[in-house]
């Protein structure tokens, strides 16, 4: 049985990542944890919500993407305050060893990428019909590849129809775009020790291709890692 996750379609928050380890910084983001009422980030470090312009709440055991200002340290001096500014739900997928049948999917972008907490996190884009409801699903298949030390990873977009009604209009004004936050466990894909690069296939629209514009797309994101 192959393993789908749903995502639903709403759009959710769009920015880029820029956070370092400055004592202040506006319009950070990052990949967090939300852990018995508190958030971490992948590192452990704390950050305490002293504003939440939100009023979204928080649900227990959840990872998140976020938008915040860090203030300076906290009363503990274990972390940061921080006004929590926006953010919006990050799926922790599984990767699932590739099938025979695993097809091509439906055609998204990456936005951004990185490395955090034994996880791959992902900023995944698509064009969707404005203001639609359909929820999207999402599966990603690994091969380990070990004569050439490498680990190739797969996202299959199904977008549930909706792709043959919008592919003729990418960036048309009747669509919008939709971002979607995912973290893939790949600690435990990589041999103890060992180094992998890091390669990363979808379906892509190449609007320049009329004949056949959804092409499979390989990018490598890493040459060197080691868990």
């Given amino acids: 049985m192959k393993k789908w996750f749903f995502i639903a379609a709403a759009a959710l928050l769009a920015v880029s990542c820029n956070l370092d380890n400055h004592f202040t910084q506006t319009n950070a983001t990052e990949f967090l944890n939300i852990r018995n009422g508190s958030i971490l980030n992948d590192n452990l470090v704390t950050y ?58 439906d055609p998204l972008y990456v936005g951004d990428y990185s490395i955090s907490g034994g996880y791959l996190n992902l900023i995944l884009q698509w064009y969707t019909p404005y203001k639609s409801t359909v929820e999207h699903l999402l599966k990603v298949t690994y091969e380990d590849n070990a004569t050439a030390n490498t680990l190739n990873l797969t996202i299959i977009h199904d977008a549930a129809g909706e792709s043959e009604d919008i592919i003729s209009k990418d960036g048309n004004e009747n669509n919008s775009v939709h971002s979607e936050y995912i973290s893939v466990p790949i600690y435990n894909l990589f041999p103890s020790g060992e180094i992998r690069s890091i390669t990363l296939s979808f379906a892509h629209y190449d609007s320049s291709d009329e004949e056949e514009p959804v092409k499979q797309q390989a990018i490598t994101l890493y040459s060197s890692v080691r868990f």
């Fill in 48 to 105: 305490t919500v002293v504003s939440d312009e939100t009023d979204q709440g928080w649900k227990n055991c959840t990872r998140i993407y976020a938008l915040f200002d860090i203030t300076g340290d906290n009363s503990t001096g274990t972390g940061y305050n921080i006004d929590l500014k926006n953010y919006a739900p990050a799926a922790i997928i599984q990767a699932a060893e590739r099938a025979e049948d695993d097809v091509l999917g």
